[in-house]
């Protein structure tokens, strides 16, 4: 059974409510961010570490995520939640250094064309989402651009975004899952709308890193004085 958590937990320096909400509705983008502010507490550091990484790797920010990887190796053991995303993102990275690694001038006809889909196959979500909206190709072919954006707007955990561009584009999307996707992204969103306990309750009951937030809940409460 989830603990209650302490009111004390929403007033801190560092937005640790927030980040928990975030990583709850999947809106990884914006957890990453938030972990990173949240890693500022030193005693929520070991739990920052384990969600920051797990929000960075599936938003594709794996130069925050090495930053992550710093307080992870203070573990004596790399959570398996962690360990899966990391090994999975490892070809990633791979490709992103052959990719820097080479010669623009070389290669500019093929950027020029293919840029969008070279931006996804190395995880730059954000960046894909930027280049396509404003490219000519998403004007003069959208049948080519939506499916790319709305691969990107669901891994970043772009709801809102997601749901609507699959309701004005349905017809462009070739999505086996395309249904299951827009029913749980409509759920995600809904969840940003609750109450933050109900969300704090989920990652207690759901996110594998949730015995460290327990804990660091029911040391709040012990450490507050005894009713009279």
């Known amino acids: 059974m989830s603990s209650d958590v302490d009111p004390v937990l929403l007033n801190l320096n560092v937005p640790l409510i927030d980040a928990v909400c975030a990583s709850v509705c999947c809106?990884?983008?914006?957890?990453?961010?938030?972990?990173?502010?949240?890693?500022?507490?030193?005693?929520?550091?070991?739990?920052?570490?384990?969600?920051?990484?797990?929000?960075?790797?599936?938003?594709g920010l794996l130069d925050l995520a090495e930053?992550?990887?710093?307080?992870?190796?203070e573990?004596?053991?790399?959570?398996?939640?962690?360990?899966?995303?990391?090994?999975?993102?490892?070809?990633?990275?791979?490709?992103?250094?052959?990719?820097?690694?080479?010669?623009?001038?070389?290669h500019r006809e093929r950027l020029r064309i293919d840029t969008g889909q070279e931006l996804l196959r190395l995880h730059f979500f954000r960046e894909a989402v930027r280049f396509l909206l404003v490219s000519a190709q998403f004007r003069d072919d959208p049948a080519a651009v939506a499916p790319l954006l709305a691969r990107a707007y669901w891994m970043l955990g772009a709801h809102a975004s997601f749901i609507s561009l699959c309701e004005t584009?349905?017809?462009l999307l070739d999505d086996t899952d395309l249904g299951g996707k827009v029913a749980r992204?409509?759920?995600?969103?809904?969840?940003?709308?609750?109450?933050p306990m109900k969300?704090?309750?989920?990652?207690?009951?759901?996110?594998?890193?949730?015995?460290?937030?327990?804990?660091?809940?029911?040391?709040?409460?012990?450490?507050?004085?005894?009713?009279?």
Request: include cysteine; charge should be positive.
């Open 169 to 171: 584009h349905r017809a």
């Open 75 to 106: 573990l004596e053991v790399l959570p398996e939640f962690v360990k899966v995303l990391r090994e999975r993102s490892a070809p990633i990275r791979m490709a992103r250094i052959k990719y820097y690694s080479q010669k623009l001038a070389k």
């Open 67 to 73: 930053y992550f990887y710093l307080g992870l190796n």
């Open 27 to 59: 809106d990884w983008f914006e957890a990453a961010d938030l972990w990173f502010e949240v890693c500022r507490e030193p005693r929520y550091h070991h739990l920052a570490v384990q969600c920051g990484a797990e929000a960075a790797l599936h938003a």
């Open 185 to 195: 992204a409509r759920r995600l969103l809904i969840r940003r709308s609750d109450p």
């Open 199 to 228: 969300n704090v309750r989920r990652f207690q009951d759901q996110h594998p890193a949730a015995p460290i937030f327990t804990d660091l809940v029911e040391r709040s409460v012990r450490r507050q004085p005894a009713a009279v």
